[in-house]
């Protein structure tokens, strides 16, 4: 484990055109799970997996206003915008992102997660780094 009680889960990508997103992935051996919509951000997701790659999340535009669509507007090929890690005790992970003096800003508080079989997640931007998504592993604890 690390000072901050993080493991690294996924890049998120996103995309304005999910299928080439999975041509790409398809292409470099991964293995894409079906589209869902997750209501609580209003996008769609596709999870990909490989053997020996990293996880990439495929992120696109659920229909409504959320919150990546000035993101794609902006890079409409396509940009990995956040990187998501795992904790077991989001206070204590929060705490010491703050004792290493990282300014660390709350930008989307927990919510749950369709993509993860309903685990919450939340989103940091973190100052020279970017942002990160945080699946809480053990929400009661």
Avoid: W
């Avoid at 990439?56 to 990995?80: C, F, Q, T, W």
């Amino acid at each position: 484990m690390n000072q901050f009680g993080l493991t690294f889960h996924h890049f998120g990508l996103a995309v304005k055109r999910p299928e080439h997103a999975r041509a790409l992935l398809t292409g470099l051996g991964y293995r894409i799970g079906e589209p869902i919509f997750d209501p609580e951000q209003n996008v769609n997701l596709c999870m990909g997996e490989h053997d020996t790659m990293p996880q990439v999340e495929i992120i696109y535009s659920g229909g409504l206003p959320g919150p990546i669509d000035k993101m794609v507007a902006r890079h409409g090929s396509g940009i990995v915008y956040h990187l998501c890690y795992v904790t077991n005790d989001l206070q204590h992970t929060l705490a010491r992102i703050a004792e290493a003096n990282l300014d660390c800003i709350c930008v989307a508080p927990e919510k749950p997660a369709i993509l993860f079989d309903g685990k919450p997640v939340s989103f940091y931007l973190i100052s020279g780094v970017g942002l990160i998504e945080i699946i809480n592993e053990n929400p009661a604890g």
